[in-house]
């Protein structure tokens, strides 16, 4: 089974900087299946970027995926007040659903 | 509008049982691939079960299979998950989500989700 880290637990940033958050697989992951998702507290995920690199509808161009094979990474290239939350990576193989533990993003 | 309800959840003893219903509109229900993913208080998304479109592909993960039973109601709209012998590590926050696969699978992710339904396991 693949085990998705996430580094760091936690990124404390101000407004306007950017944040980069990463994801890396116990084992190599097909692109295509692999997924951000942003939570706010008290609210369901919501789906950012997809196929690692494609952003989802309504999402703004501040977000971007990028990596292949064990290592991703979601950017955020000026964070707004709205971006503070925990992200998730999901990747699915092997009949499976995985997530990472989440990284949190609050302000400095 | 594209909607997922969830409902059903609630308070149960340790070895009881619940059955959580998710309410889809605003999308043919019947196309879609379905997922339940939970989520423990101050704790991460874990992925509870999957189930096809036609319901005939079920997964389980590890930590509920020979307790929870996914199904889907094409007919009704509608996705359960029948929980048993429930355990107070099953207490989270159960969501509903739609799986989008593009047609010819290179593309695989849940676009969609409910607000969720809260299964507290307690005596």
């Known amino acids: 089974e693949i085990v998705l880290t996430q580094s760091p637990g936690t990124l404390s940033l101000s407004p306007g900087e950017r944040a980069t958050l990463s994801c890396r697989a116990s084992q190599s992951v097909s692109s295509s299946y692999l997924a951000w998702y942003q939570q706010k507290p008290g609210q369901a995920p919501r789906l950012l970027i997809y196929g690692a690199s494609s952003r989802a509808t309504g999402i703004p161009d501040r977000f971007s995926g990028s990596g292949s094979g064990t290592d991703f990474t979601l950017t955020i290239s000026r964070l707004e007040p709205e971006d503070f939350a925990v992200y998730y990576c999901q990747q699915y193989g092997s009949s499976i659903f995985t997530f990472g533990p989440g990284t949190k993003v609050d302000i400095k | 509008e594209v909607q997922l309800v969830e409902s059903g959840g609630g308070l149960v003893q340790p070895g009881g049982s619940l059955r959580l219903s998710c309410a889809a509109s605003g999308f043919t229900f019947s196309s879609y691939e379905m997922n339940w993913v939970r989520q423990a208080p101050g704790k991460g998304l874990e992925w509870v079960s999957y189930?096809?479109?036609?319901?005939?592909?079920?997964y389980y993960a590890d930590s509920v299979k020979g307790r929870f039973t996914i199904s889907r109601d094409n007919a009704k709209n509608s996705l359960y998950l029948q929980m048993n012998s429930l355990r107070a590590e099953d207490t989270a926050v159960y969501y509903c989500?739609?799986?989008?696969?593009?047609?010819?699978?290179?593309?695989?992710?849940?676009?969609?989700w409910g607000k969720g339904t809260t299964v507290t396991v307690s005596s």
């Open positions: 189930i096809s479109s036609s319901g005939s592909t079920i």
């Open positions: 989500a739609r799986v989008m696969a593009t047609p010819d699978y290179y593309y695989y992710y849940m676009d969609v």
